[in-house]
T-cell receptor
Framework: GENVEQHPSTLSVQEGDSAVIKCTYS??????FPWYKQELGKRPQLIID?????GEKKDQRIAVTLNKTAKHFSLHITETQPEDSAVYFC??????????FGTGTRLKVLA | EAQVTQNPRYLITVTGKKLTVTCSQN?????MSWYRQDPGLGLRQIYY???????DKGDVPEGYKVSRKEKRNFPLILESPSPNQTSLYFC??????????????FGEGSRLTVL
């Protein structure tokens, strides 16, 4: 079936360190892989996305990598700051016209 | 301002009392969708709509109905709410996925409690 496994479910890092969140998906027809950040009490918001024709995309301290062969994609946050603390969701656009979300990673950046 | 607006933001109701959560977007998006968010389960899709009068079930449609009579509106209807529908609900919209999926814009969320 359509699903995406996201790990870890919680992640604590020291301020300034890097954080990596990994997702594995099942639908080989997928061609769009977004990442959403949800701050406490707020709505999810897109922070970065990648399409299947590229393997990596960067936006300042945030990067996403995609391995279509292995059906993995990962979010990398460098030089973490307290404001990076939030829940992060990976997702992909399935071949059946649905966005499939992971179960989320709660990131805590310790000052 | 481009936005997705849903109402009510908070609602406490009782089992069996029909309710509707409204959702409206002003971005001329064709794709609209409803999700519920529960602890440890992430965002699960309830229903989605590719265009006016075109709706389909997501992963957890039981107990819900939707309609898409106009492009901008996509209400979620709970005909006979039950306590297991207590959740945080998000409406979202995006440009035509068929032309290449794009960013989902979420509403602010509606927290529903069914007693």
């Amino acid at each position: 079936g359509e699903n995406v496994e996201q790990h870890p479910s919680t992640l604590s890092v020291q301020e300034g360190d890097s954080a990596v969140i990994k997702c594995t998906y099942s639908d080989s027809a997928s061609n769009y892989f977004p990442w959403y950040k949800q701050e406490l009490g707020k709505r999810p918001q897109l922070i970065i996305d990648i399409r299947s024709n590229v393997g990596e995309k960067k936006d300042q301290r945030i990067a996403v990598t995609l391995n279509k062969t292995a059906k993995h994609f990962s979010l990398h946050i460098t030089e973490t700051q307290p404001e990076d603390s939030a829940v992060y969701f990976c997702a992909y656009w399935s071949g059946t016209y649905k966005y499939i979300f992971g179960t989320g990673t709660r990131l805590k950046v310790l000052a | 301002e481009a936005q997705v607006t849903q109402n009510p933001r908070y609602l406490i109701t009782v089992t069996g009392k029909k309710l509707t959560v409204t959702c409206s977007q002003n971005m001329n998006h064709e794709y609209m969708s409803w999700y519920r968010q529960d602890p440890g389960l992430g965002l699960r899709q309830i229903y989605y709509s590719m265009n006016v009068e075109v709706t389909d079930k997501g992963d957890v449609p039981e107990g819900y109905k939707v309609s898409r009579k106009e492009k901008r509106n996509f209400p979620l209807i709970l005909e006979s709410p039950s306590p297991n529908q207590t959740s945080l609900y998000f409406c979202a919209s995006s440009l035509t996925p068929g032309q290449g999926a794009g960013e989902l814009f979420f509403g602010e969320g509606s927290r529903l409690t069914v007693l």
